[in-house]
């Protein structure tokens, strides 16, 4: 599967984010790839939304990883700051992995190798005029 969809808001990226969720199962990782300010926080606070969660959804830039509570709880990770296997493992990436949840990780080109291999892929660039984002959405597999 695979689509590529332009966003010229906020909350058109966070509509996108909640219609992904309506495919969500537990043990799902989102893997997200883009710059900064390109809109990852606010697709998550759309799958968050959809997903029951009803705690405020914020980038865990420093925590590393917020959890969410509801009907499927969310584990938001952000993966900018890691950097090698230990720093990863210490997130609790691997334990998230193994519960009834679905995960949300910002900053995936950092750890792209230990990605599932069915994992759902949202790559967001700039689109070609100022305030569009250009989402590109595929499950299953590493490029």
């Avoid at 606010?42 to 925590?63: D, K, N, W």
């Avoid at 334990?95 to 792209?112: F, N, R, T």
């Avoid at 660039?125 to 984002?133: A, I, M, V, Y």
């Amino acid at each position: 599967m695979e689509k590529t969809v332009i966003s010229r808001s906020e909350g058109e990226t966070e509509a996108l984010g909640a219609a992904l969720a309506q495919e969500l199962r537990a043990g799902d990782c989102v893997a997200f790839f883009g710059g900064l300010g390109m809109g990852k926080t606010a697709f998550v606070r759309g799958m968050a939304r959809a997903l029951g969660c009803e705690a405020p959804v914020s980038s865990p830039t420093y925590a590393l990883v917020n959890v969410y509570p509801g009907k499927m709880p969310l584990a938001h990770f952000d993966m900018y700051r890691v950097e090698g296997w230990e720093s990863l493992l210490s997130t609790g990436f691997y334990d998230y992995l193994e519960q009834d949840c679905v995960l949300a990780v910002e900053w995936s080109e950092h750890i792209a190798q230990e990605l599932p291999p069915a994992c759902w892929r949202v790559e967001i660039r700039p689109g070609k005029n100022d305030g569009e984002r250009r989402l590109r959405i595929t499950k299953g597999g590493r490029e």
